[in-house]
């Protein structure tokens, strides 16, 4: 008999509504360590909604968010981030008329302190040596040549990479991308795509992403959770939900039982 893992993020039946409006509706999911989970579904699903609940940043209506067995429902976006959870959005977040490395010394400063070996020097604990300073997480993510240009200097593809960087700032377990490939061409969609694989497996990460450019995070993802009107129809692997007909009757379209690359461009942000 395999041994349990405990799930680094528990959704417990999150519902998110606004007026009369059900963005979110009951939705549950576990998220365990080392994961690499993908989200998806048509316009209007509560992608956004769902991620903006577990990150802290909607406090849903009804249901509960257990992060390392804390209770956070009702909390804000630091007490998340405090218990390991980032996350990036959909317009990349960042200091425009700071130099890029500021803006990662920024997240290391404020949100990504971690107690040292000794009481004032020594190593932090627990933190990855790829995460240690803004310089080897500048070399992580690509942009070590522009550490002293403006954020505002970058192209948009290297502010989503900046701000990915960001959120590694913090050191967290669990990391949250909302459409990082939004408006990136197809050769650096791919290149994110296996830049997320490479933080997830070198740092240790659980990941959950959601994204528009379908093909390629069935690609890349292990798991799939596909929402439909703020309700979840499916939680499997690639290879199951493309061949799920309430999937492909909600959102994928017959096409999908063999992706292809037309499918890319169907999802728009929730």
Known sequence: MSEQVTPLLEA??????????????GVSAN???????????????GKTTFFN????????????????????????PHRFAAHGVARTFQTPRVFADMPVVANIEFGLKFAGQRRRKYVFWG?????????????SILSLIGLSAQAELPA??????????????????TRPKLLLLDEVAAGLTESEIEEMARLIR????????????????????LRHV?????????????????????????????YLGDEMAEPSADSEEEEVAA
Request: aromatic share 4%; no cysteine; net charge negative.
């Open 12 to 25: 417990h039946n999150v519902t998110v509504r606004f007026g009369g409006l059900v963005a979110v509706d």
């Open 31 to 45: 998220f365990v360590p080392g994961e690499l989970v993908g989200i998806i579904g048509p316009n209007g699903a």
């Open 53 to 76: 609940a577990i990150s802290g940043v909607q406090v849903p209506t009804s249901g509960r968010l257990i992060a390392h067995g804390h209770n956070l429902t009702g909390r804000g």
């Open 123 to 135: 190593d932090e604990v627990d933190v990855p040596w790829a995460l240690r300073d803004a310089a």
């Open 152 to 169: 505002a200097a970058i192209t948009p593809s290297q502010q989503r990479l900046l701000e990915i960087g960001m959120a590694l700032a």
């Open 198 to 217: 490479r933080l997830r497996d070198e740092l240790d990460l659980t990941v959950i992403w959601i994204e528009h450019a379908v093909t390629t995070l």
């Open 222 to 250: 292990e798991r799939v959770i596909v929402l439909h009107q703020g309700r979840k129809i499916a939680d499997d692997t690639p290879h199951n939900v493309v061949r799920n007909p309430e999937v492909i009757e909600a």
